[in-house]
């Protein structure tokens, strides 16, 4: 494969002291370390993926590093985030970062982008790096990212976690060749996922939970790939996707190949929520805004809004009203909490009753479900809000009519209303 960078000016006597054990590779040697130092790599997202990456781009001396997130540490980031520590708690993630990997290599520059990624700035953002890697755990980034990607023509190292798997692959939309001048075909995250998911079917680490430590090889074989690309050494896994399985300890490898007849990206959607059916967040009503304040109903139903019109959501401040409420004999309803039981643990609203997603989703809990509200109206909740809103959809296709969901789920009870139980 011919090498992605140009090399740097000679290393400097430090420099070779430093990187010495690459010097010794035949593969690498001298010039494969100046053609790291001369190279720029945009890694998006300091979290469980992102945290190996950069620790081993810098340390195997990446001249230049960006980092895009615009989240701050928070302590259940530090089960698998292992480049932030107890003291970065409530810091930004880039800045935390940055000097992590002062501390870890001063030859590194890096470049802060304390800014959420979308169809604004990606393009302006990555005509700046040579390298991509996400680690991102949304549908709508990673086909952001794709397509960005592969209007530049930049190649775009992926991985993905979720509890004891992982998942990474190179997408890249015009390789270059082969050290026998061939070209291999292109391909683009589209190749493997030509259409998303359902919204809800594939949950987030931060609903599913992750093992810390498959981030941990994961990353740091996102790491590998953007050297071999930098210094045209080894395979890539360009049009090969290699999978991991903590538990059975297995790596897997299985082909991606191009879509026949699928029209290169040529500019970015206009709108990447919709495109993967994420909902438009709606604005949340006041406890009072609609219906009987005395009752928490609306004049049509238990959940109307009026004009004869059903409301999907209620806030966290109108389910605590509707709970004291029902604790006086005022109102009269059952709150479901469909995570999952180690979440149950961890967190709740009280006065809940607990049917996972799952088995709403294979109709196992209907029967469940209905002998639990014996008719009344049913209140949906999970951890945010995605998995309650899925119930909700599941519930009234079932025939739950007389039901909402909370927006904002569990965590915004606990900043809201109950900011004494831990945030996960």
Sequence with gaps: MIALVEPADELTADELRRYSRHVLLPELGGVGQRRL???????????????????????????????????????????????????????????????AIAELNPHVRVVRHRVRLDRSNALQLFGDYQVVLDGTDNFATRYLVDDACAILGVPLVWGSVLRFDGQVSVFWS?????????????????????????????????????????????????????????????????????????????????????????????????????????PAESPVSSPNSTGDERTGRGATGHNGTGEGETRDEISVRELADRLERRERGADDFVLVDVREPGEWEIARIPGAVLIPLDRLRDGRAFGELAAVARGRPIVLHCKSGGRSAQALHLARAAGFTDAVHVTGGVLAWIDQIDPGQPRY
């Excluded at 480049?83 to 940055?98: F, N, P, T, W």
């Excluded at 026998?180 to 030509?194: C, F, I, K, N």
């Excluded at 690309?229 to 991606?256: H, K, N, Y």
């Design 37 to 99: 130092k001369n190279a720029a790599v945009l890694v998006i997202g300091a979290g469980g993926l992102g945290s190996p990456a950069l620790m081993y781009l810098a340390a195997a001396g990446v001249g230049t590093i960006g980092i895009v997130d615009d989240d701050v540490v928070e302590v259940s980031n530090l089960q698998r985030q292992v480049i932030h520590g107890q003291s970065d708690l409530g810091r930004a993630k880039v800045d935390s970062a940055e000097q």
């Design 174 to 278: 015009a390789p270059l060749p082969n050290a026998d001048g061939v070209r291999p075909e292109p391909v683009t995250y589209r190749d493997l996922h030509p259409t998303p998911p359902p919204p809800g079917s594939v949950p987030s680490c931060a609903e599913g939970g992750v093992l810390g430590v498959v981030c941990a090889a994961i990353g740091s074989v996102m790491a590998t790939e953007a050297v071999k690309l930098i210094c045209g050494i080894g395979e890539p896994l360009l049009g090969r996707l290699t999978i991991f399985d903590a538990l059975a300890m297995s790596w897997r490898t299985i082909r991606v190949r191009p879509i026949p007849g699928a029209e290169p990206v040529k500019e970015l959607l206009p709108d990447y929520d919709a495109f993967c059916g994420v």
